[in-house]
């Protein structure tokens, strides 16, 4: 194991230089530096993140505890063998270890497949199932929508036809004729851009397109990360100081979060505004919107568990609790992820002040098995979307 | 019977089954029936009625209106008893002593008061502002009662108890806001120090230090941590420790009584854990009191371990192995499982107490026979499964895969994660070398 992370103070004016620079290590230079969340049950290693080492091995970080001010790295193999997980824990940490899985999106559809089994409960499994089916229809109806706008480029009277009866399978297998008539019109290889088509399909749908009806799951995910700001900013109002100050910067940390998604969100927006070109241009455009869609899951990667568990937490006595668990676990924006240097230096800011507040649940402390805990982190798979 | 007795007992079994309701209620409509309640939380039945829930409200602080009065009541609440004692034990404030301090305070400086409260209603919903009039409100009440405390019968040690907090409340809110949400689990290095400087603020103040040291081991999971720390400060003195004693005491026989009273309606694993936490409390209060004290709360709580062993007894541990079965079956629906799992949970959780409880025996047999069932299904599920004729992910296999990790799952709450790792190990190994040979 390794420490890292940790703060150094000034005490003379010659070393504020080297404190400005020192203030950098607070945080991780890139997203995947940072890791990607796993969603383990075992208390102690909630919220904890899987990243590759400069070997390319994979290694576990985990968030502090134990009274220190720093992250703990261990390297993944060793995890089973430093900790009691839970069979599930155990189920998702050879996943992710068989499949090198290191993006949000992955460890994201692997903890599905590991709630499914039923490991984490009945809860967890039933609502695993109903997410991997409202995943897979979202799916199909993001490409059956990016289908229909390129028809509408193509010949807009076709498009209104076909939308009528987009919700059943004839409609869209009747889209998918009329997009392979439109490419032949326009002298295009019709199995290369199906092939893009499904590429373009499968890289937007959890963000969704911006002309549907219904918001994808990253935009809602984004609303969520709002609503929480605003919630627990509400919150500490009414709270002692401590907490009241603890309750802003958790408001601050999402309301940065926000302001650089909704930049990236727009890029990802405008490039999806023709999908016609797109497709047409796919080698030099498609990496572009890519990179836009990871940047967007990297972003929000983290918080979704965060945000439940704050609106799972009924009452004053409940609320402080989570406050304390919820400020380690706080997603901060890596030092060269930020858009611009106005961005950067937020982010170095609220590194600095996440430093002072270090709290950790008592049984983590003690490195006793804490089942209460195990058992709210199972509940809260279930609620998560 | 009488009508007059009749009407009383019928009132009487109506809040007692309107409080079990409460107790049972999700925590969203606990508190949304406690708002509702609250603009007649002054009536006697309603006050009956939330004693009835005191353990939620505990739990879940919904959110109460604020008054004068529930001000003046915060440095002292956590000290609050319910009503059905005959006189207070040494440091509780039974809640009916509430009302005649008020009376005594109203009277004894209505323009006081009159101010206190338009500085409240100006406040309005700031909080801040709200929260720093609490100060003044404390010295209100403490001034008022320098010289002269009220009189009820049975009442004179809680008034006392509530000038001494008055007096000190600013140092007993301030440890409150910093400290942990309560029960608190133990006293660290932090809240120690805390807990000192409070002391030796109150000392340099003048202030008496008993009432800041009665909250806060009231709010401890398990009192005898306040007297450890006290003990290493150089002791306790003779009529503090006394105080304290009978305190922790009371906590720990308060917490039975509670258990008592809502165990009837918990589930298998709430039952369980509620059956540890006392007893884990009961046993180290017990080593860290007095003789004089011990004494007190043995007999208070005598039969205690077996009353909450047979319950254990008849709610977990007889009927786990029959709900296991059933969550065995084929294609279980979800509130069977969650039923299984509840008792393996239930069971696994007690163990450590059975030794204590004269379970051990019945306990290890009843997970010996868990433990026979799930693996008898997980060797029937890896037969089915190891066969070569499965093309790709059927219903019908992940129907067995599912029934297999149930299986793995209730092992794990049963007998612990170490153990369901090997099971699990063990069938993953299994699993992938049939599907490398497939």
Not at chain 1, 119 to 130: I, K, T
Not at chain 1, 185 to 200: I, N, T, Y
Not at chain 1, 204 to 211: A, D, E, L, M, R
Not at chain 1, 357 to 378: A, Y
Request: glycine share 6%; hydrophobic share 45%; net charge neutral.
């Amino acid at each position: 194991m390794s420490e890292v992370g940790h703060d150094h103070s000034v005490s003379t004016p010659e070393l504020v230089s080297s404190w400005q620079q020192s203030r950098q290590h607070l945080l991780p230079s890139t997203f995947e530096e940072r890791g990607a969340v796993v969603p383990f049950t075992t208390p102690l290693l909630a919220f904890a993140r899987v990243r590759k080492d400069w070997r390319d091995r994979l290694e576990l970080v985990i968030g502090p505890f134990a009274g220190t001010a720093g992250s703990y790295v261990i390297a993944w193999a060793a995890v089973r063998d430093l900790f009691a997980l839970t069979s599930h824990d155990a189920y998702l940490y050879e996943q992710v270890m068989e499949k090198k899985i290191l993006e949000p999106h992955g460890i994201r559809l692997a903890a599905l497949e590991a709630a499914r089994t039923g490991l984490a409960g009945p809860e967890a499994a039933e609502a695993a199932e109903h997410t991997l089916a409202i995943e897979a229809e979202a799916r199909v109806f993001n490409e059956v929508l990016i289908i229909l706008r390129v028809i509408e480029e193509v010949e807009k009277s076709a498009a209104a036809a076909l939308m009528r009866d987009l919700v059943t399978e004839e409609g869209q297998a009747r889209a998918r004729r009329a997009l392979g008539a439109a490419v032949r019109r326009l002298d295009l290889d019709p199995a290369e851009f199906d092939q893009r088509v499904s590429l373009l399909g499968s890289m937007t749908y959890p963000i969704g397109v911006s002309w549907s009806a219904e918001a994808g799951r990253m935009r809602r995910l984004m609303q969520r990360v709002i609503e929480f700001g605003e919630s627990i900013s509400s919150w500490g109002e009414a709270r002692p100081p401590e907490q009241a100050a603890k309750a802003e910067f958790c408001h601050e940390v999402a309301q940065h979060t926000v302001h650089i998604a909704r930049r990236v969100l727009e890029e990802f927006d405008l490039t999806m505004t023709n999908p016609l070109r797109l497709l047409r241009e796919w080698p030099e455009r498609g990496p572009v919107l890519g990179r836009h869609a990871r940047r967007l899951t990297w972003l929000l990667d983290g918080w979704a568990a965060i945000v439940e568990l704050w609106f799972e937490a009924v009452g004053e006595g409940r609320q402080v609790v989570t406050l304390d668990q919820i400020m380690p676990a706080l997603p901060l924006i890596p030092r060269d992820e930020a858009l611009d240097e106005g961005d950067r230096a937020a982010s170095n800011e609220i590194a600095l002040r996440a430093k002072r507040w270090v709290r950790m649940n008592e049984n983590w402390r003690t490195g006793l098995p804490d089942p209460e805990m195990t058992r709210r982190l199972e509940l809260l798979k279930a609620r998560l979307p | 019977m009488s009508a007059e007795f009749g009407a009383t007992l019928a009132a009487e079994t109506l809040l007692s089954a309107l409080g079990t309701k409460l107790r049972q209620l999700p925590a969203e409509k606990f508190v949304a029936a406690i708002e509702l309640l609250n603009p007649i939380a002054e009536r006697r039945t309603v006050i009956e009625l939330f004693d009835e829930a005191r353990p939620r409200l505990r739990e879940l602080r919904p959110v109460r209106p604020i008054t004068v009065k529930r001000i003046l009541c915060q440095p002292f609440e956590d000290l609050l008893c319910s009503n059905d004692r005959a006189a207070a034990r040494d440091g509780a404030v039974p809640r009916r002593a509430i009302e005649p301090l008020w009376q005594l305070l109203a009277e004894r400086d209505p323009p006081g008061l009159d101010r206190l409260s338009r500085c409240l209603k100006a406040a309005g919903g700031d909080a801040k502002a709200v929260r720093e009039l609490g100060p003044a409100i404390w010295r209100w009440g403490s001034g008022a009662l320098a010289h002269r405390l009220p009189s009820a019968p049975g009442l004179d040690g809680a008034f006392a108890v509530m000038r001494d907090a008055l007096a000190s409340a600013p140092t007993i809110e301030d440890f409150k806001c910093a400290a942990p949400a309560k029960p608190l689990a133990g006293i660290d290095e932090a809240l120690g120090k805390q807990i000192i400087q409070g002391l030796e603020r109150l000392r340099n103040e003048g202030k008496p230090t008993e009432a800041f040291l009665l909250v806060i081991a009231a709010r401890l999971a398990s009192p005898a941590d306040l007297f450890m720390l006290l003990d290493k400060r150089g002791g306790r003195s003779s009529a503090l420790a006394r105080r304290l004693d009978t305190m922790a005491a009371q906590v720990v026989t308060d917490r039975a009584r509670s258990f008592g009273r809502m165990a009837a309606a918990l589930e298998p694993d709430a039952l369980a854990t509620h059956a540890e936490g006392l007893l884990r409390t009961l046993l180290e209060t017990s080593k860290a009191l007095g003789p004089a004290a011990r004494g007190a709360l043995e007999q208070e709580t005598m039969g205690l371990a077996e009353s909450v062993g047979g319950m254990l007894n008849d709610r977990v541990v007889v009927p786990a192995p029959e709900a296991v079965e059933r969550a065995l079956a084929e294609r279980p629906d979800r509130a069977t499982v969650a039923a299984a799992e509840s008792y393996a949970r239930a069971l696994g959780r007690s163990r450590k107490i059975a030794t204590t409880l004269g379970l051990a025996g019945s306990m290890e047999g009843a997970i010996t026979r868990i433990r026979g069932r799930c693996d008898a299904q997980i060797a029937r599920c890896l037969d089915e499964l190891e066969r070569p004729a499965w093309d790709g992910e059927t219903p019908e296999r992940r129907a067995l895969e599912g029934a297999l990790y149930r299986a793995i799952r209730l092992i794990e709450l049963a007998e612990g994660s170490h153990i369901a790792q090997a099971v699990l190990a063990e069938v993953r190994g299994r699993l992938r070398q049939a599907s490398e040979l497939g």
